[in-house]
């Protein structure tokens, strides 16, 4: 495996996180339901933290993954914006008798920010910022969310004001490609519209992330398939993080071929991807876990591209 061109220290950016949704859950049945439906167990989630989990289907295909956090009296969560109405109908399909509410805040901007002095320019705002021990931090109308992987950075979900005042006091600006891109390096992943109720968790590594699913804390949407997958070692499939050279940025689902002596085989379809320099992209795709690491990939569309596997920032011998 190669050494990632995200490892490097990037320059303080301000992102625009335009494919992110932004989600309230509140009502007095509010706890009882999400224990119900998420792959974590709520009841564990301490109110200065955020967790990465997943909503299944009863076959435990994921309508997406989600960060979840305390919020306000209730619980938010971000997810891809694409997927966000299709996930909340889902969610709000065993509610008819629980008290809660559902909905989207539009009127909520997202950010993130990552780079050098990343810390010296938020404190400028916020006199508390969130790190790896208290990864959620209020601050008035706005709520920052930290990241340690692949490298530091923050997620800011704040109102027009505020914003506004952040876009100013940045010099440079980048797009949701750029935070794409970052996820896809520390393996987190990506569930878009185009791969909802495709996959199980286990096969885009949440057994692998702390705390994403719980085996202990009983019976939610899609648990039997999802431990069964795990006590039978009946999942066969792994979430890669590939990089290299292409002409072109692969859609979501589009093919991944992996050069097998003198041939070509196709052997999974695209989760994410994002453009790095006009030549480099990274991607993220499911595939079958025995691949060698040392392998070469191409883009379907595209056979004078080359990709590699290139490690993620944590480990699988927990789930072996």
């Not at 990241?147 to 109102?159: D, G, K, Q, S, Y």
């Not at 027009?160 to 996820?183: E, M, T």
């Not at 795990?230 to 589009?254: V, W």
């Not at 795709?285 to 056979?303: C, T, V």
Request: with cysteine; aromatic share 10%.
């Amino acid at each position: 495996m190669k050494k990632s061109l995200l490892k490097n220290q990037l320059p303080l950016t301000l992102m625009f996180l335009n494919d992110w949704d932004f989600i309230t859950i509140n009502g007095i049945d509010l706890i009882q339901y999400l224990q119900s439906q998420f792959t974590a167990d709520i009841l564990s989630l301490q109110k200065n933290k955020h967790l990465f989990t997943a909503h299944c289907n009863s076959k435990g295909k994921m309508h997406s993954t989600l960060h979840l956090f305390h919020y306000k009296k209730g619980f938010a969560y971000i997810l891809r914006k694409s997927v966000a109405q299709k996930q909340i109908d889902e969610l709000k399909k065993y509610s008819i008798f629980s008290k809660i509410t559902i909905q989207k805040e539009p009127d909520i901007i997202l950010l993130g920010v990552v780079g050098q002095d990343a810390q010296q320019k938020l404190k400028i705002f916020f006199p508390q910022l969130p790190n790896q021990e208290k990864s959620v931090i209020f601050f008035k109308e706005t709520v920052l969310l930290h990241f340690h992987l692949p490298t530091e950075r923050f997620l800011i979900a704040t109102n027009k004001i505020i914003a506004n005042q952040l876009i100013q006091c940045f010099r440079i600006h980048s797009n949701s490609q750029q935070w794409l891109a970052l996820n896809i390096s520390a393996g987190i992943a990506n569930i878009d519209i185009e791969n909802t109720q495709k996959f199980i968790p286990q096969s885009a590594n949440l057994e692998a992330l702390p705390a994403s699913i719980s085996f202990q804390k009983g019976c939610y949407i899609g648990q039997e398939i999802i431990a069964l997958t795990k006590y039978k070692g009946a999942n066969k499939n792994r979430m890669f993080f590939l990089q290299g050279t292409a002409k072109t940025t692969p859609k979501i689902g589009d093919g991944i071929e992996w050069q097998c002596k003198n041939n070509w085989r196709l052997v999974g379809k695209v989760l994410a991807a994002a453009k790095l320099t006009d030549r480099k992209i990274s991607i993220q795709i499911i595939m079958n876990h025995e691949i060698p690491a040392n392998s070469i990939f191409r883009l379907i569309k595209e056979e004078n591209s080359r990709l590699r596997i290139y490690p993620l920032p944590y480990s699988f011998e927990k789930i072996k």
